[in-house]
């Protein structure tokens, strides 16, 4: 049974940093394609950043570019979100997922079959 838990959300003001973290069990990140994604209020979900398996690429949203960055500690199984520059419209609820390790990645909501329940980071101005 594949369970991803998110962690570190938390309420930071504007220009503040915030890194939040992934935990899987049940099922590798380094065989996976795995996403960030991120709710805010009264929007829909959305891609953030996200990195396939195969090719080792990393993905980032034109939003959070320069901003974001993604890792990964394959001995911990666990996947980071490092956010610098943090604006209020970063106000969201951020999950993580992963699908079954297709070879072909895909960044939309439907190619991942796994998810988190999801953290709260809230940027104040």
């Not at 992934?22 to 953030?48: I, L, Q």
């Not at 080792?56 to 993604?70: M, N």
């Not at 997922?97 to 953290?119: E, L, N, R």
Request: proline fraction near 2%.
């Amino acid at each position: 049974q594949v369970q991803l838990v998110e962690s570190g959300g938390a309420a930071v003001q504007a220009g503040g940093s915030l890194r939040v973290s992934c935990a899987a069990s049940g099922r590798a990140f380094s065989n996976t394609n795995m996403g960030w994604f991120r709710r805010a209020p009264g929007k829909e979900r959305e891609f953030v950043a996200g990195r396939g398996w195969y090719s080792g690429r990393l993905e980032y949203a034109d939003s959070v570019k320069g901003r974001f960055s993604l890792s990964r500690d394959n001995a911990k199984n666990t996947v980071y979100l490092q956010m610098n520059s943090l604006n209020p419209e970063d106000t969201a609820v951020y999950y993580c997922a992963m699908d079954h390790g297709s070879p072909c990645v895909s960044w939309k909501i439907s190619s991942f079959d796994y998810w988190g329940q999801g953290t709260q980071v809230t940027v104040s101005s």
